[in-house]
């Protein structure tokens, strides 16, 4: 055995790579997850056209491919799903004799389970060191309690596992016994490479191999004269030299400055270096991203040599930055390759089949029926279903509604279309008891709902895009997935589960599959994480989101074992390797690799802020990098924007609106000059010619238009489609009291209504409204439900108070929801009126409003608030009387009132006006509110109203689209939608608030008997 030693880098992997190349059989072993890396790696670096001779592999993958496709029947091999399930069996089976672990369905304990005891396996540590463990415990002690558990699971496992499949002992007496026989290692050279350690069942592994091979070969870095980086491959040395003997061959490479930067790093006291690094501060991870995507362009630019393939990216948090960095460059166009292995829960089938259970088993509820269809339509439908899903979501379409004809005939045919075949495979977990039943009902749906049609369909389309990635791994994922159901059945077939169980189980068992693809050779940049992937040679490494926490990472004492029961397990002499020291070791000598493989330059990256707003502090080794090489850290994109032209037009716009006077590249002076007049002037000429159509009007859209003249503009010019979620809370729930109040009191006022019967009364209103179409979907949830009862008792209540109020007044009810209709000079007003009480030739206007909005005089006097003053204006000029006044009633419910002042609450709030006699006899407290205007003042004020109102009708038909939000107690933009189409930005150049004068009562009559009479 001949082990090669000397510091990983781009010169030993060249030397090993031709020693393997040199003609003649060889086997290439390396970790698992370093195989198909490593392959390319050496075609690339060796540029041949394939790999003939030598072949890569891993051990697990000899002693499997010895034990499940040689020896074992292919029923009695079992894999990660298996192990899983085996592992709830005994549990299930042991219940009454476990302490701690007894009922446990915590996410992600059996995962932890089999990693613990997988690794205690591996490292040849058996149960019985729980033994020695618990002997250090007190029997009442929860520490013990949890080790006597875990001593018996393992227990139980190893008897499972060596009676009914074939384990990890087995495999490697097999290995040892016949693994020569077969050919699954070269007989004349064997190189193991990429390892840093070898746990037990690797060593004996090893030694067998050793035995049958003319020569094996270690690649292991190591170097003797720096033992804080190499503990960990110091020991595995060692090791390998006393139990083979074997001969050490040390291959020198020329340092560079960033290998001894990269030493610095992780060094107790540094020596200043010059190196190549930079470092790049943040405000948040896009645009860290983004200065790495256009770092990159710039360096493609200046630099005609340096290709994608001569780039890596290494990201520490692989799962939080992958998704910016591969929009970020996909918007750049760079081709980014992520060398890890991609979790199969994530991947849109898998998705849909997930959902397509839980529409089974909680009855078609639509989140999970549009999960569904997303995943499983293909592209060509996405048009229809977004349609399809606004209409549902509109119409409230829930649960069994899914099942029922919809009344749009479009609709309804997509419905068929798109839920046909869900509803026909409803009987695939009928009548199933067992997992091994459930399992094949699940295959046969996901025959009939043709997925593998779809999946070849996909796969074409990949295809023809060239998404070469994509296409490899929805292949992979529907073989994991057709995998996961046999292992399923084969270890658990026999149990008897309900269907919500076994989807339970089905979700555990394919959580932490994943699949992983052979990294392409050239015109790709490698993302890579620090711990999983294989470190390469390359020119240019950015090293992004160094964060405290995340480098060094933090190894918090959560597992099943903790910190010190591990070291214990250490000290009692097993060759155990789980410990935090080990892992820390492991991890230096990781980034230590992976930052002395680089050629030209290292860029440090680190962002402010996370996704979810948090503050990051940098990690020690961005101060560290900062000190020992006296690299400046370098902020803001001015540098780089210009490298693409999307991010040099959003530079220049943030530029000009903060007013910062600096040249901006890439822009001319026009493009420059319209970017600065569409932010200093953000009024547009409308798109839509106003003139000479008559305005409909009704006093909400002049209210609209005066809150906010923009906001008028889309409302009803551009009309955006609002995506209506049908849900009670949202629901105008005014409407159905509009509707009780109105009914009720014109029964009341027809004397079909009696005082005593107002409950009676407003249940049978309310069941016959839930019988009409559009309220019928309020009875189908319980919240939909609570909301009605507590509508009828609001009702109930309201009405009672209405019928105090009507009692004692002499003026009548006579109009309800009254249609008032006015036309002006290019100006037609529509609108209703809730309720018309009239005595003699006086009348009274009231609103019910089931906000919270009260009469303000401030409001009408602005022309902010205009319905009741018009709509009395108009109903004068129909019937020739006058207004003795203007009211809202607010509807309130009782119960959540009660502690206030209820008589005061309940008043009308408005202004009374002229003779009010007979308005309320003096008995009891007032309904009505204090304030008592002059006929002629109201004159006044109507009259204001009225001109206002004209005055925003020229306006409108004037085309005055400005985007001026009103200002008074509160922004107009507040009660809004429209804010994401009008980019109001107060702190922008050009726009502004109006800002709404307050003005007390007194002022106000001052002002209108000032103004002058028309
Ligand atoms: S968000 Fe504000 S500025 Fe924009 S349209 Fe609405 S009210 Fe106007």
Redesign the pocket.
């Given at each position: 055995m001949r082990i090669y030693i000397g510091p990983d880098s781009a010169t030993k992997r060249q030397f090993i790579f031709e020693q393997m190349n040199r003609g003649g059989e060889v086997t290439v072993i390396t970790p698992e997850q370093s195989t198909l890396a490593y392959e390319s790696q050496m075609i690339r670096m060796l540029d041949l056209p394939g790999m003939i001779d030598v072949q890569v592999t891993s051990l697990s993958h000899i002693r499997n491919t010895l034990s499940r496709d040689i020896f074992t029947p292919e029923q009695e091999a079992i894999g990660e799903i298996g192990k899983k399930m085996l592992y709830r069996d005994i549990l299930d089976e042991l219940g009454p004799r476990l302490r701690i672990f007894r009922n446990i369905d915590q996410p992600g304990f059996y995962e932890e389970l089999e990693a613990t005891i997988d690794r205690l396996m591996r490292d040849g540590v058996g149960s019985e060191v729980f033994s020695e463990l618990l002997e250090e415990q007190s029997p009442d002690s929860l520490v013990y309690q949890k080790l006597a558990d875990l001593q018996l699971i393992y227990q139980r496992f190893d008897e499972r596992m060596t009676g009914e499949y074939f384990d990890l002992e087995q495999s490697l007496a097999l290995f040892e016994r016949e693994g020569h026989r077969f050919r699954l290692f070269s007989p004349e050279e064997v190189w193991l490479v990429d390892f840093k350690h070898f746990d037990d069942a690797s060593l004996r592994m090893l030694r067998k191999i050793s035995a049958h091979t003319k020569r094996v070969c270690i690649a292991l870095a190591y170097e003797a004269d720096k033992p804080w980086i190499y503990q960990v491959t110091s020991d595995t040395l060692g090791l390998l030299v006393d139990t083979f003997s074997a001969e050490v061959i040390e291959i020198k490479t020329d340092d560079t400055s960033i290998r001894r930067l990269a030493e610095g790093l992780v060094a107790l006291d540094p020596s200043p270096i010059e190196a190549p690094l930079r470092v790049f501060a943040a405000e948040d991870v896009y645009e860290e991203v983004e200065f790495i995507g256009l770092d990159i362009l710039q360096k493609l630019r200046l630099d005609e040599t340096l290709r994608l393939e001569d780039i890596r990216l290494i990201a520490a948090d692989l799962e939080s930055y992958e998704f910016t960095i591969k929009s970020v460059f996909s918007q750049l166009g760079l081709p980014v390759f992520s060398d890890d292995r991609k979790s199969i829960v994530r991947n849109r089938i898998i998705k849909s089949i997930l959902a397509l259970m839980n529409i089974y088993l909680a009855g078609y509820r639509r989140e999970d029926v549009i999960s569904f269809l997303k995943g499983y339509l293909s592209e060509s439908d996405w048009d229809d279903l977004d349609r399809w899903e606004n209409y549902v979501i509109e119409r409230g379409i829930n649960f069994k509604r899914f099942r029922e004809p919809m009344a749009d005939e479009a609709m309804e045919a997509l419905r068929q279309r798109f839920l046909g075949p869900v509803l026909s495979g409803e009987s695939f977990y009928k009548q199933r008891r067992t997992i091994g039943a459930f399992c094949d009902g699940l295959r046969e749906l996901l025959i009939l709902l043709q997925y593998p049609e779809r999946i070849e369909q996909t796969v074409k389309i990949y295809e023809e895009r060239g998404e070469t990635e994509e296409m490899l791994i929805i292949t992979q994922v529907w073989n994991s997935l057709i995998d996961a159901l046999s292992q399923l059945k084969k270890v658990a077939g026999h149990k008897e589960v309900s269907f919500r169980q076994y989807k339970r189980l089905f979700d555990s068992a394919i959580k932490d599959l994943n699949v992983g693809i052979i990294p392409p050779v050239e015109g790709r940049i490698t993302l890579a994480t620090l711990h999983r992937s294989t470190h390469a040679p390359c020119r240019v490494l950015y090293f992004c989101g160094m964060a405290e926490g995340v480098v060094p990472r933090d190894y918090l004492d959560t597992g099943l074992l903790k910190h010190k029961e591990k070291y214990r397990i250490k000290e009692f002499g097993y060759r155990y390797f789980d410990t935090p020291e080990f892992n820390e070791n492991l991890d230096v000598l990781d980034q230590f690799i992976a930052l002395s493989m680089v050629e030209d330059e290292l860029i440090f990256t680190y962002a402010g802020g996370n996704y979810t707003s948090e503050t990051m502090t940098p990690s020690l080794y961005i101060n560290r990098g900062l000190g020992i090489s006296g690299a400046e850290v370098e902020r803001g994109l001015q540098r780089h924007y210009q490298e693409h032209p999307d991010t040099a037009f959003r530079y220049a716009v943030e530029a000009i609106r903060e007013g910062r006077r600096e040249l901006i590249h890439q822009l001319s002076d026009h493009e420059l000059h319209l970017i600065e007049q569409a932010l200093i002037n953000p009024v547009i000429t409308p798109p839509v010619d106003r003139r000479g159509k008559k305005v409909s009007a009704s006093a909400s859209r002049l209210e609209r238009f005066r809150?906010?003249p923009?906001?008028y503009f889309?409302r009803y010019d551009l009309k955006p489609v609002i995506r209506r979620e049908f849900r009670v809370e949202a629901f105008d729930i005014g409407d159905l009291y509009h509707l009780l109040i109105q009914q009720a009191l014109e029964a009341y006022h027809e004397k079909r209504l009696m005082r005593q019967s107002i409950p009676a009364f407003i249940d049978r209103l309310m069941d016959t409204v839930l019988s009409m179409e559009q309220y019928e979907r309020f009875s189908h949830t319980a919240a939909s439900r609570y909301f009605i009862e507590r509508a009828k008792r609001v009702a109930t209540f309201v009405i009672g108070v209405l019928i105090d109020q009507i009692e004692r007044s002499e003026f009548v009810p006579t109009y309800f929801e009254k249609t008032i209709q006015v036309g002006l000079d290019k100006f037609d007003l529509r609108g209703k009126i809730d309720r018309i009480d009239v005595k003699d030739n006086r009348f009274t206007v009231i609103d019910y409003k089931t906000g919270s909005k009260t009469f303000d005089l401030n409001s009408i006097y602005q022309g902010i608030d205009l319905q009741l003053t018009l709509y009395a204006d108009a109903f004068k000029a129909e019937q020739a009387m006058e207004p003795a006044g203007l009211f809202y009633f607010n509807i309130k419910d009782p119960i959540l009132d009660e502690a206030k002042d209820r008589d005061k609450e309940l008043r009308l709030s408005g202004i009374k006006a002229g003779d009010i006699s007979g308005l309320e006899t003096t008995e009891g407290p007032s309904f009505y509110p204090s304030e008592h205007i002059s006929d002629e003042m109201m004159e006044k004020l109507t009259k204001r109203v009225r001109r206002l109102s004209q005055s925003y009708v020229d306006r409108i038909e004037a085309g005055d689209i400005a985007?001026?939000?009103i200002r008074m107690n509160y922004?107009?933009?507040d009660y809004?939608?429209?804010?994401a189409?009008?980019r109001?930005d107060r702190l922008r150049q050009g726009f502004s608030e109006e800002m709404i004068e307050k003005l007390k009562k007194d002022d106000i009559y001052e002002r209108l008997m000032e103004e002058e009479t028309e």
């Open positions: 809150r906010c923009y906001s889309v985007i001026r939000p922004l107009a933009c809004c939608d429209f804010g189409i009008c109001f």
